[in-house]
């Protein structure tokens, strides 16, 4: 799928993404320094014959420390774009390009944590959801409070802008429609 033109992209604001960025800057810092010791407290303990110790408690400080830099690193990534071609979704794991034939509805999901949430219904009945685009995330992404914010009949943002751009597709306003 060719990514066309960006109508709207959830992700999170400039800020957030500078702070997410230090933030991981930090834990890389710390982690080395944890390593560091871990290093020396492992030669430590193999010269007084406790190598199982050593490995139990370096496993036991770097095994979090890297589960939580690859968390924040693969956090900063969420997105939900949409474009002239389709949508694409970045997850914290994967990304996935949904071209505008698959749609079938875009909607919101009353989920009670991830509560507004965007939702893509394919054809095939697959659904896809963009964390990003929950109410919750609605100040990480840099929206204003704004009244249809608040009323729960009125779709969020991003779903809005995926509804606009999926009827104009329907409508045939983009080169690759129906």
């Known amino acids: 799928m060719d990514s066309g033109n960006t109508l709207y992209v959830a992700q999170l604001a400039p800020a957030w993404r500078i702070m997410q960025w230090v933030g991981f800057a930090v834990l890389t810092v710390l982690a080395a320094g944890a390593a560091a010791a871990v290093a020396v407290l492992s030669v430590l303990a193999f010269e007084g014959g406790q190598r199982p110790v050593a490995i139990a408690v370096a496993a036991a400080v770097l095994v979090p420390w890297s589960a939580l830099i690859v968390y924040v690193f ?7 774009i949409v474009t002239t071609e389709g949508i694409t979704v970045r997850g914290l794991l994967r990304t996935r390009r949904v071209p505008w034939e698959q749609v079938r509805l875009i909607d919101e999901v009353p989920h009670w944590y991830h509560r507004r949430l965007t939702r893509i219904v394919l054809t095939d009945g697959t659904r896809i959801t963009s964390l990003i685009t929950s109410y919750p995330s609605l100040r990480l992404r840099g929206e204003p409070w704004e009244q249809a914010a608040r009323d729960g009949h009125v779709p969020m943002v ?11 597709w329907l409508r045939g306003e983009f080169a690759s429609s129906p």
Request: glycine residues 0%; hydrophobic residues 50%.
């Open 74 to 80: 693969r956090v900063a990534r969420l997105a939900m």
């Open 158 to 168: 991003p779903t809005r802008q995926a509804v606009a751009a999926h009827r104009r």
